[in-house]
């Protein structure tokens, strides 16, 4: 089971760890609130209420062998660096930090942030289903139980046409998109990589390596198709 750590239960943090807990990960739950500890105690693994900035405190917590931190406390600037420094000087795996300022996005990147998100751009539920499955480049939900991802093509249909490849009788999902990278010049005659899309593809459109695919179906039938 994989593990993690959300500190700060403000109403990102809070869609994050709810999220992870639905999809069966256990989770450490950090907060200085009371009262938000206590409305999510039954929603996560383990809610402790302490001040992360507290090394001693953080430590004690037991989230250096977790298979990623998120941050939530980017209101709080000071506290959202020091926390960010803490885990990645604790040998934290991964650490996902919240920034809501340019400013603040560059202070994170210099602490060794791997992944910096802005609230307004990215949802906790999309951030939550990416640590889940790092297999997934985007997340869209479309309904209750129905999504669009966008991954790399299982190794399966590699190589074979999208009528070849059978994702709809064998998986019950569509592919309604793919992505190529197709070498060009530029303007100064450089060799670059340039992206196609292709939407709604034909039945006879190759599945090739390097492509990624966006693909729409349930979520029971997209996690089968990821395998």
Do not use: C, W
């Amino acid at each position: 089971m994989s593990q993690f750590a959300v500190i700060g239960a403000g109403r990102f943090g809070e869609s994050v760890a709810r999220t992870l807990s639905e999809k069966g990960s256990d989770v450490i739950l950090i907060d200085t609130d009371e009262e938000k500890i206590r409305d999510l105690d039954d929603v996560v693994t383990h809610a402790l209420q302490l001040d992360a900035t507290d090394e001693k405190a953080i430590k004690a917590a037991g989230i250096e062998d977790v298979d990623a931190a998120v941050v939530s406390v980017g209101r709080d600037m000071e506290a959202s660096v020091l926390i960010t420094m803490l885990l990645k000087e604790m040998g934290v795996r991964y650490v996902v930090a919240k920034a809501t300022s340019e400013a603040h996005y560059k202070i994170l990147t210099r602490l060794g942030a791997d992944r910096i998100v802005f609230p307004e751009r990215e949802t906790g539920v999309k951030v939550a289903n990416s640590l889940i499955n790092p297999t997934i480049f985007d997340y869209l939900e479309v309904a209750p139980g129905y999504n669009i991802i966008e991954i790399k093509p299982p190794r399966e249909i590699v190589g074979k046409s999208l009528e070849e490849a059978k994702v709809r009788s064998t998986y019950g999902v569509d592919i309604i998109a793919i992505k190529s990278l197709h070498p060009v010049l530029d303007g100064a005659g450089e060799s670059d990589l340039e992206e196609e899309v292709k939407i709604v593809p034909a039945a006879d459109e190759i599945i090739r390596e390097g492509d990624t695919i966006i693909v729409i179906g349930a979520e029971k039938d997209l996690e089968r198709l990821r395998g």
